[in-house]
């Protein structure tokens, strides 16, 4: 039987753009695995969202300038515009796979100071998106189920409820 310290590690980054295609593929979705990277994830829990800082060694140029664009906009409307890019880490030991972040880009930039260890810089937070995302009042006559409403609530910001 062999021990986690005798698998081979990997880091695999999913990384969706909320506007514009990658030059690389052509699509608003890449797939970055075999790359050096480190990640640092932040998960303390209470009212702090997850916060992710990933450096990704090796990505071309091109594919760093997609994922540098500004998502966050004037105000249209009495709210922000804000259509962030995502991204998912899994970390890989052996044959097993774990999802260990999911959120939407704070920041992000190419980062040359180091040439010619290039690499792209990633600051993200878990459902960013969805804490800035305006939504409607809600209001509930008599007595209301408290994971009902909480049901609601989550799905609207497009998550799943799970009652415990």
């Known amino acids: 039987m062999t ?3 005798s698998n081979k590690k990997a880091l695999r980054f999913v990384i969706t753009l ?3 295609k990658f030059g690389s593929s052509n699509n608003d979705r890449i797939t ?10 932040d998960k303390t829990g209470g009212v702090q969202m997850g916060t992710l800082r990933a450096k990704i060694y090796g990505v071309s140029q091109s594919d760093m300038n997609a994922c540098t664009a500004f998502t966050m906009q004037a105000p249209r409307d009495g709210g922000y515009l804000y259509q962030p890019n ?10 097993a796979e774990s999802l260990v972040f999911a959120g939407n880009f704070v920041n992000a930039w190419a980062e ?7 690499y792209l810089h990633i600051q993200a937070v878990s459902a960013a ?4 995302r305006p939504v409607p009042p809600r209001s ?25």
Request: glycine share 10%; net charge negative; proline share 2%.
């Open 3 to 5: 021990t986690s310290f």
């Open 18 to 20: 909320s506007t514009g």
């Open 32 to 41: 970055l695995q075999g790359f050096r990277a480190s990640v640092d994830i």
């Open 86 to 95: 995502n991204v998912e880490v899994y970390a890989i030991d052996g044959d």
């Open 112 to 118: 040359y100071q180091n040439i010619p260890d290039v």
């Open 129 to 132: 998106a969805a804490a800035l």
């Open 140 to 164: 509930f006559k008599g007595a209301v189920d408290v994971a009902t409403v909480m049901g609601q609530i989550a799905h609207s910001m497009g998550f799943a409820f799970e009652n415990n």
